[in-house]
């Protein structure tokens, strides 16, 4: 079965110092990876997905399929990028739905 | 466009007391999900619809029953509600599923 690992539950850092938070996937077929973004009081949204390999707000995440790790990147972090992370997954089948591992809260201080 | 929107937000019902969630799209999209949001769990899938008239089993379907009589809604239904259904309950929608839209949640509370 499919599953999404996110390794830490809280992830602290100061304004301007570099972030990484990790995800880390099993899955057998050829996965579909996304970040996805809650920030406080607003809905979860999509912040990027592998197969566009874009930068959104500073981050970058790049597929390793030898190491079966998704993990997102940002250089400088900003206090506005306090909220919570989730990394998903999507199978290559019709369901579509997302795997959620189970969130990295980041906490950018001043 | 309002986009995804759930009814209601908040909600609080007796152990055995039943409910259904509302969740509604305006984008035209085929895909629309329920999942449930626990604490250090993420996010897990309910039931699921690939279009109009179509249901499916999710991750944690026990205890709920949904349907998509319209392409538009979808809803989620707790026949006799227990305290393990207490939670966050966030409905998602997507055309190609590439990117899902979600809804503001609904926090429902069983006692």
């Known amino acids: 079965a499919q599953r999404v690992t996110q390794p830490e539950k809280l992830l602290s850092v100061f304004k301007g110092a570099p972030v990484e938070l990790k995800c880390n996937y099993s899955y057998s077929g050829s996965p579909e990876l996304f970040w996805y973004v809650q920030y406080s009081r607003q809905r979860l949204q999509l912040l990027l997905r592998?197969?566009s390999r874009e930068s959104i707000k500073g981050f970058t995440a790049d597929l390793n399929k030898g190491e079966t790790s998704f993990h997102l990147k940002k250089p400088f972090a900003q206090e506005e990028d306090s909220a919570m992370y989730y990394c998903a997954l999507v199978m290559d089948t019709g369901r579509r739905a997302l795997t959620f591992g189970s969130g990295t809260r980041l906490q950018v201080q001043p | 466009n309002a986009g995804v929107t759930q009814t209601p937000k908040f909600r609080v019902l007796k152990t055995g007391q039943s409910m259904t969630l509302l969740c509604a799209q305006d984008?035209?999209?085929?895909?629309m999900y329920w999942y449930r949001q626990d604490p250090g769990m993420g996010l897990r899938l309910i039931h699921y619809?690939?279009?109009?008239?179509?249901?499916a089993k999710g991750e944690v379907p026990d205890g709920y029953n949904v349907s998509r009589l319209k392409k538009q809604n979808f809803l989620l239904g707790l026949e006799s509600a227990a305290p393990s259904q207490t939670s966050v309950y966030f409905c998602a929608s997507s055309q190609t599923a590439d990117t899902q839209y979600f809804g503001p949640g609904t926090r429902l509370t069983v006692l």
């Open positions: 619809s690939v279009g109009e008239g179509t249901t």
């Open positions: 592998h197969i």
């Open positions: 984008m035209n999209h085929e895909y």
